[in-house]
DNA sequence: AAAGGTCACAACCGCCTTTGC
DNA sequence: GGCAAAGGCGGTTGTGACCTT
């Protein structure tokens, strides 16, 4: 039997946010926080579904959002997150403080997945791919202005394009300070294929991912000396954070990240691989 | 200048997981 | 343990700006 719809959809609105709803639902946020998504709708004035709201959120309106370029350290940072956890844009969102789930499928989308593809590479397997690639389509010299609204445009020249660095005007930040804000992130899937039995999840491989559990207890675990903080750590470019205790919540380094992933790596060449990995997967473990 | 195509991204949808009773 | 509500996630779609012809 399926479920009822979250919300009754008769009378609500849909479709892009007015200034007016986000005004709403930020002061509805700043007064009484996160949480309760399906009466917050009501109790804030607006007609929307719950779920539309909290999306807004934690898409668009939350303070700690890093608007702006994707950086190319952090464009390196998803490829491999990627190819290491598929299309769990949850989790790769949570190792990038600031960015959101939807910000990096869609930049994955739209730029990624076609830039491994254009360098010869399977972007659901990260493996070389044997056919060339196809031949680019005409690539456009487009006008991105993003002011906040929908899908806008910036300037991109054909030379930024080729040298990779795109540009993101910064959106606009629309709240400038809030009660502190946390995100519950989950590693609790250690396969790619597996967790939401609706996700495609790439190419349905079985990668042996390490199972981080449930992040909401903050955690540090260890591996070979080396600390990778598991927890929340969205509020690390907060601009207006200024809670010393949130600030010692500081996601891992690059440099751990990439420890980890070279590890990683270097378990795949071998031939004992599963056995590796398996035991690696339970060294990260608590 | 207009039409059609392309692209980027916000938002929606449906399903799964977690939580509380 | 079973059920329902709430929260969360990933895939997909809709929209509008920009580009090419």
């Given at each position: 039997m399926g479920r009822a719809p979250?919300?009754?959809?008769?009378?609500l609105h849909r479709g892009s946010w007015t200034a007016r709803e986000d005004t709403l639902l930020t002061k509805y946020i700043q007064a009484h926080?996160?949480?309760?998504w399906r009466s917050l709708p009501k109790k804030a004035g607006l007609l929307r579904c719950g779920k539309s709201c909290r999306l807004r959120w934690m898409n668009y309106?939350?303070?700690?959002i890093k608007r702006g370029n994707i950086t190319p350290d952090e464009d390196d940072l998803i490829i491999r997150l990627h190819s290491l956890l598929g299309n769990r844009w949850s989790l790769i969102a949570g190792r990038?403080?600031?960015?959101?789930d939807n910000e990096i499928k869609n930049y994955w989308n739209t730029h990624l997945s076609k830039k491994l593809r254009s360098q010869g590479?399977?972007?659901?397997?990260?493996k070389k791919m044997t056919?060339?690639?196809e031949p680019k389509r005409r690539k456009n010299t487009r006008t991105r202005t993003n002011n906040g609204g929908g899908s806008k445009r910036v300037k991109i020249s054909k030379d930024q394009e080729n040298s990779n660095h795109k540009v993101h005007l910064p959106?606009?930040?629309?709240?400038?300070?809030?009660i502190s804000m946390s995100r519950n992130n989950s590693?609790?899937?250690?396969?790619?294929?597996?967790?939401?039995?609706?996700?495609?999840?790439?190419?349905g491989e079985t990668l042996?991912?390490?199972?981080?559990?449930?992040i909401r207890d903050d955690k540090v675990i260890g591996v070979d000396g080396v600390d990778f903080f598991i927890g929340?750590?969205?509020?690390?470019?907060?601009?207006?954070?200024?809670d010393p205790e949130s600030q010692s919540h500081m996601p891992p380094t690059d440099n751990s990240l990439e420890k980890l992933y070279e590890e990683y790596l270097q378990l795949l060449e071998r031939e004992d691989t599963q056995v590796q990995l398996d035991s690696f997967a339970e060294s990260l473990l608590i």
């Open positions: 979250c919300c009754s959809k008769v009378g926080g996160e949480g309760h309106l939350r303070p700690d990038l403080p600031g960015r959101t590479t399977d972007p659901n397997t990260h056919e060339p690639p959106k606009p930040v629309r709240v400038t300070s809030l590693f609790e899937s250690n396969t790619v294929s597996g967790g939401s039995g609706s996700s495609s999840g790439g190419n042996p991912w390490p199972s981080f559990r449930d929340d750590d969205q509020g690390q470019d907060l601009v207006a954070s200024s």
